[in-house]
């Protein structure tokens, strides 16, 4: 009923090809991002390659294909990754086998798991982004530590990063799920074909929210790198500031500190105190300007 094929050998996949008759795609075919090389008809048997996300739980999510062969009631799986949903449907099938009255039911409850496991994703990309945007838009406070602006970009990335592979997957299996509704070499049953149906309308509609959610991303991006360019504009303001409040010090200091031999209130007793007072004055004078405009 369903043959799994899982890192297989040449000697495997030769052994395959001579019993059932059919020709096995090789790993660099089934790589080929062509329509007509992943979804065709030969010999009477379906061959459909999808891209499914795999790695999901680690920091380093990968795309991978994956091959159906539907000849006659059988159903061929290809494939060089162990994802998630074949393992959660292997164990389905040991307690439902009613469930796998043929390959083609098989072909839907292995799709019909793989979206479950894209909805897991959008839904995790969603809580993160949604966690993003509280941490970028909301206002530092005292008890609250200084927002790492690095760290964010790198997980609205990483968040990015994710939703695209998860767009690609629902992309990918839109196109395999159009063209085995339009196949006509293999005949599905009323059961299988609803099914089918139905999973390409949860297709549809996730692949709509996630490109919501690609649009989100941007947004997040964009404010990030706003809120990085107010936080240097700050820097650079006070950096400003203090300029302005020590130049006419610096003034004052260099006009006194001249090497002439006459030099007015030189001789004054209180010069030095008076070219003091000047210096703290003109620095308390325009911070004075400064902060009734609001400038500080």
Known sequence: MWIDLLEPTPEEEAKLEKFLGIEVPTREEMREIETSNRLYEEDGALYMTATITTKIDTATPENSQVTFILA????????????????????YA?????????????????LEATINRIADVIERVGANLDALSLEVFTPPRRNRP????????????QNGDLAGK?????????????????????????????RLRTISRDVTQMADHATFLANKVNFILDATLGMINIDQNNILKIF???????????????????????????????????AIGMMVLSAVVPYLVFKRRGWL
């Open 72 to 91: 006659g009631n059988r159903l061929i799986t290809n494939r060089y990754v162990d994802p998630l949903p074949f393992r959660r449907y292997v164990a």
């Open 94 to 110: 040991e307690r439902h086998p009613q469930q796998c009255a043929s390959g083609a039911a098989v072909l839907a409850g292995l």
């Open 146 to 157: 200084a927002r790492d602006f690095r760290e964010i970009l790198e997980r609205v990335g």
């Open 166 to 194: 998860a767009r690609e997957t629902l992309a990918s299996l839109g196109r395999l799920l159009v063209f085995a509704q339009q196949a006509t070499t293999v005949s599905f049953s009323p059961d299988v074909r609803g």
């Open 240 to 274: 400003s500031v203090v300029t302005v409040f020590l130049l006419p010090p610096s003034v004052i200091g260099a006009m006194f500190g001249m090497n002439f031999e006459v030099i007015p209130t030189s001789a004054n007793p209180y010069g030095f105190w008076i």
